[in-house]
């Protein structure tokens, strides 16, 4: 973006430069020539993607250089800036790439570089990159959620071990995961904040059980996870013990980033538009039903007014400016948005959006199916949706924030 003109009392610049939309131009390049069609065609549609979907194409990033697209070079990343990452996310939402897994990439990665032994960098950072590992996050449990400082799953040291046992839950893609980054109890007698550390847990170690917990619309991404007298070696504590929670807010700072999915509401309304188009109320495109395609423009100008919002965060972060709490603001209309565009596209199929069975898809089910290939995923999809309205701190949190900091209540 253009550096800010301050002379006529602009604090922003919102058009891309020459060289911002030359860079734009390459990555489109380079995803029309290397995304697996097999994958585009899953991400386009809605259907699930496997764990090996997800690291093949990190290693298709790797291998030109692309795979850490937040990280800074010294760690084999691209160095880029926000105006970049953002360039690059939007294009590969454009193109229909699986989204990067965010929680080695984008979550421990960034805590080890600030707070990890060189060890545990040298250990762990080139598998994330190399699309090699696959990290879950072991933050949540039943009774610690927004108020996660009351996690009890506790580590007690045994020589160079700690032994924990606990239970975590919701934790996504547990089930694919090589490690885990994870909050533990370590000093149940100090204040709920003080007494927190930052453990890396091998996921093949004994003592840790994995049990599905089935979403809404079927599918099996998040988990629960018990540890019974799990050994983990001191030598996988990261930073000082008891201060976990300093780097569990960091974590966090990293996970907002980004969060509101510009690129793939974007996407995604286009698909609305084309189900809108192809299919008919009252003898006519439902694109052209004045009550509908008025929702549909609603949506879309929130879209491009979110977009701006978004524009102004990297702008600032260009300056050097932290976002501060416009990232509450672009979680919770960004995760709104996305909602609606999926409520829409169930309307707009009506009757036809009831008969999908995801266990049937997922088992392979390649029989007669009377629905055209646009209306076989979206229930699913809005039915997933709802999870955006929660994680990554709910909305309701998110507006207690703004409430505190930008309106003083
Ligand atoms: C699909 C999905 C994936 C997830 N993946 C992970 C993961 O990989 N790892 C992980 O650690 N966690 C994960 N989570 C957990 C997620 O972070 C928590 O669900 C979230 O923090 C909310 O906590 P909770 O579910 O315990 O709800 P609670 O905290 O019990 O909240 C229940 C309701 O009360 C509201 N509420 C709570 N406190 C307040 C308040 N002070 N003011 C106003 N309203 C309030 C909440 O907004 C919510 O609507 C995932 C959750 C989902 C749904």
Redesign the pocket.
């Known amino acids: 973006m253009q550096p800010a003109d301050r002379s006529e009392g602009m604090t922003m610049d919102l058009d891309f430069t020459a060289e911002e939309r030359a860079f734009r131009a390459e990555v489109r390049s380079f995803l029309r020539d290397h995304l697996p069609a097999a994958v585009r065609h899953k991400v386009l549609n809605g259907i699930c993607l496997e764990r090996e979907d997800y690291l093949a194409w990190q290693r298709v990033l790797h291998a030109r250089g692309w795979g850490g697209p937040s990280w800074p070079v010294a760690f084999g990343g691209t160095g880029w800036g926000p105006v970049r990452q953002y360039l690059f996310d939007d294009a590969c939402a454009e193109a229909g790439a699986p989204r990067l897994v965010p929680?080695g990439l984008k979550m421990v990665a960034p805590v080890l570089m600030a707070f990890g032994s060189a060890a545990q960098q040298q250990r762990f950072l080139p598998p994330i990159l190399a699309g090699e590992a696959w990290w879950?996050?072991?933050?949540?449990e039943?009774?610690?959620?927004?108020?996660?400082a009351a996690l009890r799953t506790r580590a007690v040291r045994d020589g160079e071990h700690y032994v924990v046992n606990g239970q975590?839950?919701?934790?996504?893609?547990?089930h694919y995961a090589d490690w885990m980054f994870c909050l533990v109890r370590t000093d149940p007698a100090a204040k709920p904040q003080r007494g927190i550390s930052f453990l890396l847990i091998d996921m093949s170690s004994p003592g840790i059980r994995v049990r599905p917990i089935r979403?809404l619309d079927g599918a099996h991404?998040?988990n629960e996870v018990w540890l019974e007298g799990v050994r983990v070696p001191v030598a996988n504590l990261v930073g000082e013990e008891n201060r976990g929670w300093t780097y569990a807010k960091f974590l966090l700072g990293h996970e907002r980033s980004n969060i509101a999915g510009i690129g793939i509401a974007r996407r995604e309304l286009a698909r609305l538009k084309r189900i809108a188009r192809s299919e008919t109320g009252d003898g006519r495109p439902l694109l052209e039903a004045p009550l509908f395609a008025a929702r549909v423009a609603r949506v879309e100008i929130e879209l491009m007014a979110l977009e701006i919002t978004n524009l102004r965060v990297l702008s600032a972060e260009a300056e050097q400016r932290a976002p501060g709490v416009e990232a509450s603001i672009l979680k919770i209309r960004g995760s709104e948005i996305q909602q609606e565009i999926f409520a829409l596209m169930t309307e707009a199929l009506g009757l036809q959006a009831l008969p999908y069975d995801r266990e049937a898809m997922a088992a392979g089910y390649a029989g007669d199916c009377p629905l055209p290939v646009h209306a076989r995923t979206p229930t699913s999809q809005y039915l997933n949706m709802r999870?955006l309205s929660?994680?990554?701190?709910?909305?309701?949190?998110q507006?207690?924030i703004i409430a505190r900091s930008m309106l003083g209540l």
């Not at 879950?136 to 949540?140: A, D, K, N, R």
């Open positions: 929680f879950c996050q072991g933050y949540s039943p009774g610690a959620g927004s108020d996660l975590k839950t919701w934790t996504t893609f547990a979403t991404e998040v999870k929660i994680y990554g701190g709910s909305n309701e949190i507006r207690n």
